[in-house]
């Protein structure tokens, strides 16, 4: 059975830094695409960012593009978003998901595990 879990939420103060973890288990993590996403309140589920199961490919949301970093370290099973320049607006719950897949995919659809979110308030 594949499990996500996220860590790293917080409360940060506008114009900071935060890293997310997401611990994985249950499947090779290296086979499998990962992905960021985020949901604020009233707002529907929003691709933050994906990263190949290789770790070359890359993509972003234009909201977070410049200011957030994807990783992954496939020997420890975990994938990153080290979040910098943080604004008001990124204020929202963060989910790690897997891909069915190898290949980083910006949809939900094509993630087949979610983590249960951690949340990252951001403040004036």
């Known amino acids: 059975q594949v499990q996500l879990v996220e860590s790293g939420g917080g409360l940060v103060q506008a114009g900071g830094s935060l890293r997310l973890s997401c611990a994985a288990s249950?499947?090779?993590?290296?086979?499998?695409?990962m992905g960021w996403f985020r949901q604020a309140p009233g707002k529907e589920r929003e691709f933050v960012s994906a990263i190949s199961g290789s770790g070359y490919i890359k993509y972003y949301g234009d909201s977070v593009k410049g200011r957030f970093t994807i990783s992954r370290d496939n020997a420890k099973n975990t994938l990153y978003l080290q979040m910098n320049s943080l604004k008001l607006e990124d204020t929202a719950v963060y989910y790690c998901?897997?891909?069915?897949?190898?290949?980083?995919?910006?949809?939900?659809?094509?993630?087949?595990?979610w983590g249960q979110g951690t949340q990252l308030t951001v403040s004036s």
């Open positions: 998901a897997s891909d069915r897949s190898p290949l980083a995919h910006r949809t939900q659809g094509e993630y087949d595990y």
């Open positions: 249950g499947r090779t993590f290296s086979n499998n695409a």
